[in-house]
């Protein structure tokens, strides 16, 4: 597929002060949503992540995924309240090899004694800007029909 | 044995297999059935091999394989999961035609009548594998290993072999040996002390050490010699932390109380195996003749059951040779009659917290069961699923056995979820 994210979107992605949430289900459809920091895009346009935990209930869910080919959903909030979701599909987990024990290294320089349980591959199918301000405005225009009449009552 | 070139007519496909058990992951039945029927590699496939990266099988490391000189030791797939390929099949006359691996766009792809099936990557070779030991031996021939764990062989033959009529029929180890020409039984713990120092300076490549070996029955009571033989190895292996006890499997003959104790308290061992193989008494005790002479069915599992109280709830497992006791002329003539004995077996292990690791029955050359048929796919894939079942069900799940620790098991990889 394609590289979908803009390079913008990239930027609001590589900043640490973004928050990146990623949203997953187990085996019997509970959901489960979990903040991720080290969320990037990769070289390919894929969105990559770093589980420390091997008994993480979204790493758990995203073998689910990758198992019975599901969709996993990422939500980006920038530090200027900007809002992006990203819907995608696991296609690769690293547990092992050269990129897996440099991640581990650099991992463990910047983050302490932590440990390294996969690198999460995702791809991005389809993504949504649901900045608050975006999303009144194409609601505004899309479905004039849902909206209270005192907000258009002329006094 | 002549070739079936009907074979597929006569049980489910892997789609047919997949499409009858939606509840487990498609890639999972293919792992499965690559374990059964084997895989050989493109001239394109090896091409891809870049031996400065990847581990590549020479035929004088592992003596589960023989044959193939120069493939991948063996393959990893996208779930991150680990596809154990480094066995022997008889690939000149195999009993079903073997899956193929193959570059496809520029992939290294799992191929069956051409059809592209799955992505794969190829093991790499750890540091330790391009370096000598002090008396100028390559490393590799101390240990060798998985991608994130390192495994010991004590003993390289098994004294089960000593008498005619015991050695287990499925296993190709001690005919192996005999084959290569093999006359140095044990190694020198001062070069494995070596290599496993060295091994543990590459950092996030070893998540789990392994130690097996061939049984030895010798000593003031039967096995004394190979439980020494381990604690000197493991007492070498453990100097190396300050941990109490730090990831490692045993996997030894059936040690009893006083055996197990000891192992405990002299060593850093963290689990402990004992391979019960055939879940069913009487085809124990033909298949495993040496194993149901010296220690017995019953007592195996009951030592299985004092290593719990020992090594405590979820550090214990045992391996099972999954499909052996539809062997002929011995076992089972009827696969679902086989399930039902051997699901009733596996429910009372695992309800002692033991968790069943179970290999693919392959039938390996050298062995004496080497020319046997196999059972269906449908029938690994159904006692597979029941016994992941039994495990959530008793909260069973020794990780040493699991997906990227070890990869020989494939039932173990349903816990993952």
Redesign the interface.
Known sequence: MADIISKELKDIIADPNTLKVLATVDKNGVPHVVFKGSFHVNEEGNLVFYEVLESAQSNKNLVHSIWFDKKVAINILSADKQSFEIVGKPLKSITAGREFEKTYIALRESKGDIDLAAIWIIEPEQIKNETFSVRVSEDEEKYPILKHLDRLFVQ | MARDLEWRKKELSLDEVIAKYPDV????VLKVDVQRRGVVYTKAAKDKIDPE?HQVNQGTIAGFRTTQDYAPESL?L?????LITNFDFDNTNPQRDPYVVDVVDDKIVITDQGKVLEEV?Y??KPDFYNKKASNGEPMSKYATAR??RIDISMCHWCHFWDTPGEGCKYCPMAPNFKKRGGTEERYDVKYIAETVKEAFK????FSSIMLTGGSILSGKEILDDELDGYIELLQAIGENFKADRIPSQLISSAFNERQLEKLYNETKLLTYTTDIEVLNKERFEWICAGKANHIGYEEWKRRLYAAVDVFGRGNVSSGVVLGVELAKPGGFTDEEDAYNHVIEQAEEIISHGITLAANVWRTSPGAIFQNQDTPSLEYFIKTYRQFDILSHKYDCNP?TDDY?RCGAHPGMDLL??
């Open positions: 992951p498609p890639i999972w990266i990893i996208r779930d991150g999961s680990y990557s093991w790499e991608p994130q590459q950092k996030g490549r990780y990227r993952r979820v």
